[in-house]
């Protein structure tokens, strides 16, 4: 293990990025949560650090002028799960936040941080796919948008370029719905064996439109918007939550590790899909 020679503080997120240009082995840390265990266990061995804890522009939450919300990169999970504005279907995000860990790691870990490694297992991913977000990526180049459903790409792989770092999510502005997350682990805390995300938006003309996500079940979120089509047609009947659950199964591609088998993966998919639904169009009644 090479010893850590310099820590960077830049100011903006245009020299963040220039500083990660500086080569493979210069690294940035947000809050830390995971790059440090990844350090302490030699899985990473950067020479640079660069830290975005100065850069203003990467905190806190705005609104959007078209009525939606700005997360920026550096802001943490209990600040999400505090949020009163993530309301109706951008609760799913507020409730991922929630469930992310426990209170220390929600105390200093950040959601740009999350999304940045992209850990199959992680909260936010699903829940940023069934809320219809969008990332921010910053570099010397300027900034670019991908919308969450592309930007994971597979195990720890994303749409971020080299010397590119996550600035910000963008959410759509909220609507009546409801938006939850669920997930089954073998503790409180724990990572994901299967999680659901779900957001629903109640629409003017008495129609409902779903999005939806499995985390847990794949290396990237598993969605298909054939499914979230049946749900909105089905209404969230137990009929279509069945249908709908047996889809997702068969599209997951989970594996065997520590926490569960990929066969327990794929049994418990159409019951945590049923479990979301069930709930969801309770929530939906009685907001009536």
């Known amino acids: 293990m090479s010893a850590l020679k310099q820590l960077h503080f830049p100011q903006t997120p245009e020299e963040a990025a220039r500083l990660l240009a500086r080569g493979d082995d210069v690294r940035c840390i947000a809050g830390g949560a995971s790059l440090v265990a990844m350090m302490n266990l030699d899985l990473v061995d950067p020479v640079e650090l660069v830290s975005l804890a100065e850069v203003a522009e990467l905190r806190g939450i705005s609104a959007t002028p078209d009525g939606g919300l700005r997360i920026g990169a550096m802001t943490r999970h209990r600040e999400l799960e505090a949020e009163a504005r993530l309301a109706g279907p951008l609760a799913v995000l507020r409730e991922a936040a929630g469930k992310v860990a426990n209170p220390p790691v929600r105390n200093m870990g950040t959601i740009g941080g999350v999304v940045a490694l992209a850990d199959p297992a992680a909260d ?26 592309e930007f994971f790409l597979g195990l720890y792989t994303t749409a971020l370029a080299p010397a590119e770092i996550v600035s910000a999510i963008l959410l759509p502005p909220a609507a009546p719905g409801v938006g939850l997350y669920d997930k089954l682990a073998r503790v409180a805390g724990d990572h994901a064996i299967v999680a659901v995300a779900l957001s629903v938006t109640r629409r003017a003309d008495a129609g409902i ?70 709930r969801a169009r309770d929530e939906l009644e009685r907001a009536r």
């Open 124 to 149: 936010y991913p699903s829940a940023l796919v069934a809320a219809d977000a969008v990332v921010e990526l910053a570099s010397e180049r300027g900034r670019r948008r991908v919308p969450a459903r």
């Open 209 to 278: 439109a779903v999005g939806r996500a499995i985390g847990g079940g794949a290396p990237t979120p598993v969605h298909d918007p054939k499914v979230d089509a049946l749900l909105a047609q089905g209404r969230l009947s137990d009929a279509a939550a069945a249908q709908a659950g047996a889809a997702l199964a068969a599209a997951a591609d989970p594996t065997d590790d520590v926490r569960a088998s990929a066969e327990y993966r794929r049994l418990a998919i159409p019951r945590m899909v049923a479990r979301a639904v069930a």
